[in-house]
């Protein structure tokens, strides 16, 4: 199996509920914000993004929320399916590289 | 459309050995980006190029160096390898430096014995 992501924050979640990943930006400055999934041996897959002047952004299922004030991004999942387990990263930038956070493993329990 | 390949997806070295990690990318993105991933580290930048012609480095440059070739390619060379660099890395491409989305490659496992 993948090594990567051993020694990460785990979320256990039933099938069918909702989920919410939550992450901690460090730069005030930042203005772009994203969230990747990354499959067992894959490379990251781009899920949804939102851009500082908002602070919120729905896509299919998924739901990115920014909070500026306490530096706080969340990903909310709705109706969790096995296929949702992955580890999920956090990533913020501005007019520099992207800077990711640790991430998250969800582990959805059938 | 391939998107972000790279090759290879597996390799070992031996300490002290060098090698070319290749990528490229079929999107006319003006940026490539160089990361590594240790468990529990999330990606770590080692270098990135924001157009052709430039590099710059990242988070972890030491012990690597990269060339931009052209639009499409952007390889990344390890001079001696040491067994610190066993590591998975991908390849990114994207628009804008950062603020835009990333596309990546599947990824290059390399072991350093």
């Known amino acids: 199996g993948e090594s990567v992501g051993l020694h990460l924050p785990t979320l256990s979640v039933q099938e069918g509920d909702n989920s919410i990943i939550n992450c901690a930006y460090s730069?005030?400055?930042?203005?772009?914000f994203i969230w990747y999934k990354q499959e067992s041996g894959k490379g990251p897959q781009f899920i949804i993004d939102i851009r500082s002047n908002m602070d919120k952004r729905q896509g299919q299922r998924v739901t990115v929320l920014l909070n500026k004030t306490v530096k706080h991004l969340s990903l909310q999942i709705a109706a969790t399916q096995p296929g949702d387990s992955a580890v999920y990263f956090c990533a913020e930038g501005q007019n520099t590289p992207l800077v990711f956070g640790k991430g998250t493993r969800l582990s959805v329990i059938a | 459309n391939a998107g972000v390949t790279q090759t290879p997806k597996f390799q070992v070295l031996k300490t002290g050995q060098s090698m070319t990690l290749q990528c490229a990318q079929d999107m006319n993105h003006n940026s490539m980006y160089w990361y590594r991933q240790d468990p529990g580290m999330g990606l770590r930048l080692i270098y990135y190029?924001?157009?052709?012609?430039?590099?710059d480095k990242g988070e972890v440059p030491n012990g690597y160096n990269v060339s931009r070739l052209n639009k499409r390619e952007f390889s990344l060379r390890l001079e001696s390898a040491a067994p610190s660099q066993t590591s998975v890395y991908f390849c990114?491409?994207?628009?804008?430096?950062?603020?835009?989305?990333?596309?990546f490659g599947p990824g290059t496992r390399l072991t350093v014995t």
């Open positions: 190029s924001a157009s052709e012609g430039t590099t």
């Open positions: 730069n005030s400055a930042s203005d772009y």
């Open positions: 990114a491409s994207g628009d804008g430096t950062g603020g835009a989305e990333q596309y």
